[in-house]
């Protein structure tokens, strides 16, 4: 019969199975419960929530002049 060579211990193998296996990229991540009854829930958040990069500047109107930004709240 063959060896079978096992590249981590027993204790490596328990420690990967208990980690969250889609947390990495997650804005949240919430764990409930301990052991094997435990659940992940990772949360992202939408695109409007989350921005990227700088501010957006917008674009010229038909006459080339760029437009005013736009009021918000009681000065409006």
């Not at 328990?14 to 804005?27: H, L, P, T, W, Y």
Request: proline letters at 4%.
């Amino acid at each position: 019969m063959p060896e079978i060579k096992q590249s981590r211990s027993a204790e490596e193998t328990i420690a990967r199975r208990m980690q969250n296996s889609g947390g990495v990229e997650a804005d949240k991540t919430i764990k409930s419960g301990e052991g094997v009854r435990r659940v992940f829930h990772n949360i992202h958040l939408s695109g409007h929530q989350a921005q990227h990069g700088g501010p957006n500047k917008g674009e010229p109107d038909i006459h080339g002049h760029m437009r005013t930004v736009v009021k918000t709240g009681d000065g409006r």
